[in-house]
């Protein structure tokens, strides 16, 4: 039997037997002695009130002190990163147990301190590797993603997300197939896996090439996929390199209409125009009447050759027939290279205005065009100060170089592009060879807007990234790989028993203009973070701002600061959900104080077209069913007692950080009391949620009572 229900057994038996005892002296004595008979009643009395006083007593400075010094022990053992202090009231009767217990739990700090310095210490060495690998991989233009045995995503590269374009659906534990075709990877990783070993017993291929498109079908990609083997031999995960060749496919097809207008469509002119002129050549002696028609036919098709010609020339403009390697290049590099190739003349320089932008080329003929176009410009128009500005017209960038001064005649920019503009070799390129080959046709003018300015303006080929950054973040340094998740995965049917150590979380907050759905408040900004072994993935997080579509109070502005002019022009609620939808994947949705978040977004749901069916959990539960009722489980309060630092209160991003922190001390708690699978958990919560209801019918309705 527990202390505390032996002491109230212990003191309610020594209380009735007591009373009986006297009682039964006080009925012995009867009416024999009155007096003394009235003096046993009042030491009943006085008994029964020194019984309750002395409960009282121990229960303030005894028991309730004691369990909450036992719930604090425990809190710091089951969490093994918590620092927080074991709190006592200010008063209480436990003498030197108090300061004893808590002199422990500082040596168990310190010892936990210890422990984690000298794991800090013993991987270094891994640290910097890891810290290389991230390097390669953010290094890298191709996509890379590497994949365990159940499709699901243990490792990313940035430039995945970018040629991916779907940043919601990519992170540690997605599915593979949520952003790409799955017949064309499974048929590879199938090929790879069955190959037939050589006469060596080496296998025939260590990696095979292949074709795929987005899940959309919107992107094209070429991609290898090499097989990952473990320990035993067998294939415990694949690596998939991806690049995007939608535009090389719009490329090829130009070529290919170019190539069925050479060979079919011009085929027909020409042979109308050489069958006119060899009848008239094989005929001199025809009449005049026959004379004009096969004219009127060479005049005809001589005339749509010409437009089928200037057409064509139309169509390949800009195209780079021969293939020549390009790549993005960014006009703020090529500006600053151009600075320190010009310090031998000390008195031009090179000023970049506006945003630079990124254009499609070869970087480095494109930064010898450019220099030998300045000091071109230096030698005729005796300018020192040029600015360089990018612009974005339609499928092109516009790179204006301007200077003080008037523009230049076509006749000498024409004389300029005989120059040779090589690598410094005998014969090499020129200027306009370079240029032709970004498919540039540059042209002089006065400068719009700048009364005595003048600009070259060369028309250069767009990147294929966007150009400019749309209000999505995309993840600058994220954590993205976690190659735990190499470990088999359970399917959705048996869920319940996954552990939580294997469980992907999703954690949530919204923020709204109001707290009553049903009387039209609405969701003003919804983020989210991944939670994936036991981290929280920073570089995974999504964050929107909504519309509401109605004014917010000031009321609510004060909680969470944002006002009528923060939310006006976001997309709406039924533009949001869909993509947090596809953010959260199949993971455990996790919030505090889930319901409420939960009733807004399930009252939105088939407005938006998506539905979360997703398993739900709420920290305010989970701490609840660890702690007891007796402790404050809001977040500011839950975050005091963990040590936690919540910075961005009261903002759906910040309180998401906050409350993913939370969750993974809780999960190391539950752990600790044998709540180890989701199934476990969500059952224990679900349970604690129905005490709490009954608790709270129970005390309004003994509200009414003694109102009544």
């Known amino acids: 039997m527990r ?21 039964v002296t006080v009925h012995w004595l009867g009416s024999a002695d009155a007096g003394l008979a009235g003096v046993l009643s009042l030491a009943l009395v006085v008994l029964a009130v020194n ?105 990313y590269n940035h430039a995945a997300v970018s040629i991916l374009g779907q940043p919601e659906a990519i992170g540690l534990g997605r599915p593979l197939f949520d952003v790409l075709n799955r017949a064309p990877l499974q048929h590879t990783l199938e090929r790879l896996e069955w190959r037939k070993p050589d006469q060596n017993g080496q296998p025939a291929e260590f990696s095979a090439p292949f074709v795929c498109t987005s899940l959309d079908a919107k992107r094209m990609f070429h ?65 005049q009447e026959d004379r004009r028609s096969f004219d009127e036919v060479i005049h005809q098709e001589s005339g749509r050759l010409s437009e089928e010609i200037d057409q064509l020339a139309q169509e390949i403009h800009g195209y780079n027939m021969s293939r020549w390697p390009m790549a993005d290049v960014f006009v703020g590099d090529l500006v600053n290279c151009l600075e320190h190739r010009l310090q031998d003349l000390p008195t031009v320089h090179v000023q970049l205005a506006g945003t630079p932008l990124w254009v499609h080329g070869d970087s480095l003929s494109l930064m010898l065009a450019l220099d030998c176009l300045l000091r071109q410009l230096h030698a005729y128009t005796g300018a020192e100060l040029f600015e360089m500005e990018s612009l974005l017209g339609d499928r092109r960038v516009y790179l204006d170089v301007s200077w003080a001064g008037g523009p230049v005649p076509s006749s000498e920019l024409n004389r300029w592009l005989e120059l040779p503009c090589g690598y410094g070799e005998p014969g090499g390129q020129s200027l306009g060879d370079t240029l032709e080959r970004h498919g540039c046709e540059p042209w002089s003018q006065a400068a719009s807007g700048r009364e005595g300015h003048a600009l070259l303006r060369l028309p250069l080929m767009d990147s294929r990234r966007p150009q400019f950054e749309s209000d999505e973040r995309l993840p600058s340094r994220p954590e993205f790989y976690d190659f735990r998740l190499m470990q088999e995965f359970k399917g959705d049917d048996e869920r319940a028993d996954v552990p939580l150590a294997e469980l992907t979380f ?39 701002i909504i519309d509401p579509g109605r004014p917010i109070p000031p009321g609510s502005i004060r909680f969470h600061g944002l006002t009528d002019q923060d939310v006006a022009g976001k997309p709406s609620v039924q533009e949001v959900l869909p993509r947090f939808r596809a953010f959260a994947g199949d993971a455990v949705l996790v919030a505090h104080n889930a319901a409420f978040d939960m009733k807004f977004i399930s009252i939105k749901e088939r407005q938006s077209g998506v539905r979360f069916d997703n398993p739900v959990l709420d920290t305010l539960l989970l701490s609840a069913l660890l702690d007891g009722e007796e402790e404050d489980h809001s977040l500011d309060a839950l975050c005091d007692r963990y040590g936690i630092a919540i910075s961005g209160r ?13 969750l993974i001390r809780i999960i190391e ?14 059952k224990a919560s679900h349970m604690e949620a129905e005490l709490r209801h009954r608790s709270a019918v129970f005390g309004a309705q003994n509200g009414d009572s003694a109102g009544a």
């Open 3 to 23: 202390a505390r229900p032996l002491a109230i057994a212990i003191f309610a038996l020594q209380t009735v037997i007591a009373m009986l005892t006297v009682g």
């Open 51 to 155: 019984g309750l006083l002395g409960w009282f007593v121990l229960e303030r400075l005894v028991f309730r002190p004691g369990r909450k010094l036992a719930r604090g022990v425990m809190a710091l053992l089951e969490s093994r990163n918590a620092e927080q202090e074991i709190a006592l009231p200010r008063r209480h009767a436990l003498a030197e147990l108090a300061p004893a217990v808590n002199a422990m739990a500082d040596a168990l700090r310190v010892s936990r301190r210890e422990t984690r310095k000298a794991m800090q210490s013993a991987t270094a060495e891994l640290s910097e590797q890891k810290a290389w690998l991230e390097t390669i991989l953010q290094g890298l233009t191709e996509g890379v993603l590497v994949c365990n045995r159940q499709h699901q995503i243990m490792l």
């Open 669 to 682: 708690r539950l752990q600790a009391q044998g709540h180890r699978t989701l199934g476990a958990v969500m």
């Open 223 to 287: 991609g290898r996929m090499a097989l990952m083997q473990g320990n035993d031999g067998a294939a415990s995960a694949y690596l998939v390199t991806l690049v995007d060749i939608s535009a090389d496919l719009a490329r090829m097809a130009q070529i290919d209409k170019v190539r069925r207008a050479l060979t079919q469509d011009l085929r027909g002119i020409v042979g109308n125009l050489r069958a006119a002129a060899e009848t008239r050549m094989a005929y001199p002696d025809m009449s």
């Open 650 to 662: 009261h903002t759906a991003l910040g309180d998401t950080m906050a409350t993913a922190e939370l």
């Open 506 to 544: 999703v954690v949530f907050d919204c923020e709204m203009t109001g707290l009553n759905p049903e009387a039209g408040d609405e969701i003003i900004s919804i983020a989210g973070v991944r939670v994936v072994n036991g981290r929280v993935l920073t570089g995974e997080t999504f964050d929107q």
